[in-house]
C-alpha cells in the first residue's frame, strides 16, 4: 500500500519501532513481532530525527532507554516495557517520555503481541470510539447512543454500535431489530486473543447502514473481560466510528471499554439529584477514560439547572445539551425510528439512499459528527 504527500510516493509503516539497548528484552521484542508476523525497525537511543519516530503507528520503548527520551516530540502508541513488577519508578518515566501504557514482560506478553499484530493488520487509522452512559438510570444514554451511531452511518462513515450493558435489555430492541440475523454478545464469550476485524463484521446484524452488537433474550452470559477487549479491538481496527452504549456501573468487563474509548459522553438531566448521582459515576469512570465530557439530557421540570451549571458542579467539560424530541420514546424503537427520521424498510435492510435524519435529536447528532475528527476517506462505509 502507498499513499502520496507533498508530491512523493512512500510506503506506509506497518511495523513498530523498538528502542533499547537491553539484549534480552530486544530478544523477547523481536520474538514477539516475529509471532505476529511483523518485522520491526530496531532503535537504540533518542531518535536523531523525527521521521522513524512520528512515523511508526506503534514504538516499544525498553525501561533502559526511557531516560534517553525525555527530550522525544510526544506522540501517542508509545509503550514503556520493562520487567521489574516492584520498580515504582517505572510511571514516573512513562510520564516523562508520554507513554500510553506501562507493560511488564512476561505477564504482558499476550497483549502485548495483539497490540504488534493490530499495527500488521490496521490499513488506517483506529475507529473513532466514543462511549455514551448516564449519570442516572433513565437518563436517555441509551437511545442517544444509537442516535449518534444511525447518523454517523447516515453520514456515510463505517459505523459499528456496540451495546455493552448486559442487563439493559438489549440495543436491538430500542431499534426494533430483535429479528435480525447475526451474532450476539455471547457467542464471543470464548474469543481469546485475535478476533479477525473483517470476519466480525460481516457476523454482526447490519440495520440502518450500521453494524450491530447486542445482547440477546436468553440468560445473562458472562464474557470475560480479555474477550471484551478482543472483540472491541477488532471492530476498532476497520475504521471509522464505534459507539458503545456503557452501564452506569465500572466492572472488569466495562474498564476493557473505557480503556479503548477516545471520548466519553456522561448524559446527565440537569437536576440536583441527577448530578449527585453522575458525581459518583464520573469518579468511577474518570479514572480510566481519558476525556470525559458532560451532556445535559433535556429539562423534565421549571427548577433545571443550566448546562453550564451542571458542567460546572461535575467539574467536567460541557459537549452541549441533547435536545428535546418528543417524537422519541425511550424503549421503543419506532419512537427513535420516528425521531430520527428512518423511512427505510425493513429493520436489517435499511439503505442510505432511504434514510433521513429528521427532528431535533437527528440535526443533533449530525452536528455532532461535523465536529469531530474523522476521515471520510478512511473509514467509509463499504
Not at 485475535?194 to 447490519?206: D, H, I, M, Q
Not at 449527585?276 to 480510566?288: D, E, L, Q, S
Amino acid at each position: 500500500m502507498v499513499e502520496a504527500r507533498a508530491g512523493e510516493t512512500r510506503r506506509v509503516r506497518r511495523a513498530p519501532l523498538i528502542v533499547t539497548e537491553d539484549v534480552e528484552l530486544l530478544d523477547d521484542l523481536l520474538r514477539l513481532c516475529a509471532a505476529a508476523g511483523v518485522r520491526p525497525e530496531v532503535g537504540h537511543g533518542a531518535p536523531e530525527g523525527r521521521g522513524g519516530w512520528e512515523s511508526a503507528p506503534l514504538v516499544l520503548v525498553g525501561d533502559d532507554a526511557a531516560p534517553r527520551l525525555r527530550g522525544a516530540p510526544r506522540r501517542r502508541g508509545v509503550v514503556l516495557v520493562g520487567r521489574d513488577q516492584d520498580d515504582p519508578g517505572v510511571w514516573q518515566r512513562a510520564v516523562e517520555i508520554g507513554a500510553d501504557h506501562v507493560l511488564m514482560l512476561p505477564d504482558g506478553e499476550q497483549w502485548l503481541m495483539d497490540r504488534i499484530a493490530d499495527v500488521a493488520e490496521g490499513a488506517g487509522r483506529p475507529a473513532l470510539t466514543v462511549g455514551v452512559l448516564g449519570g442516572r438510570g433513565g437518563a436517555g444514554a441509551s437511545t442517544l447512543a444509537c442516535a449518534l451511531a444511525v447518523a454517523a452511518a447516515r453520514a456515510s462513515r463505517r459505523t459499528l454500535l456496540v451495546d455493552a450493558d448486559p442487563l439493559g435489555g438489549g440495543l436491538d430492541v430500542l431499534l426494533g431489530a430483535e429479528a435480525v440475523e447475526g451474532l450476539r454478545w455471547p457467542a464471543f464469550a470464548q474469543s481469546r486473543g485475535r478476533v479477525g476485524s473483517t470476519a466480525l463484521e460481516e457476523s454482526l446484524p447490519r440495520l440502518h447502514d450500521l453494524r450491530l452488537l447486542s445482547w440477546d433474550r436468553g440468560e445473562p452470559a458472562a464474557v470475560p473481560p480479555e474477550a471484551v477487549r478482543a472483540v472491541l479491538a477488532a471492530g476498532r481496527r476497520r475504521g471509522g466510528v464505534v459507539v458503545v452504549d456503557l452501564p452506569r456501573r465500572v466492572d472488569a468487563g466495562s474498564v476493557e471499554v473505557l480503556a479503548q474509548l477516545d471520548l466519553a459522553l456522561l448524559v446527565v438531566p440537569p437536576e440536583l439529584r441527577a448530578v449527585a448521582a453522575a458525581r459518583r459515576v464520573a469518579g468511577a469512570v474518570g479514572m480510566v477514560v481519558r476525556d470525559l465530557r458532560v451532556l445535559t439530557a433535556p429539562a423534565s421540570g421549571a427548577a433545571a439547572l443550566d448546562a453550564e451549571e451542571v458542567a460546572r458542579l461535575l467539574g467536567l467539560p460541557l459537549a452541549g445539551e441533547v435536545p428535546v424530541d418528543g417524537r422519541v420514546s425511550a424503549g421503543r424503537g419506532e419512537g427513535l425510528s420516528a425521531g430520527l427520521g428512518l423511512r427505510s424498510g425493513p429493520a436489517g435492510t435499511g439503505s442510505g439512499a432511504g434514510m433521513a435524519m429528521g427532528g431535533p435529536l437527528g440535526r443533533f447528532c449530525a452536528a455532532f459528527w461535523e465536529r469531530m475528527p474523522v476521515g471520510m476517506e478512511e473509514g467509509a462505509a463499504g
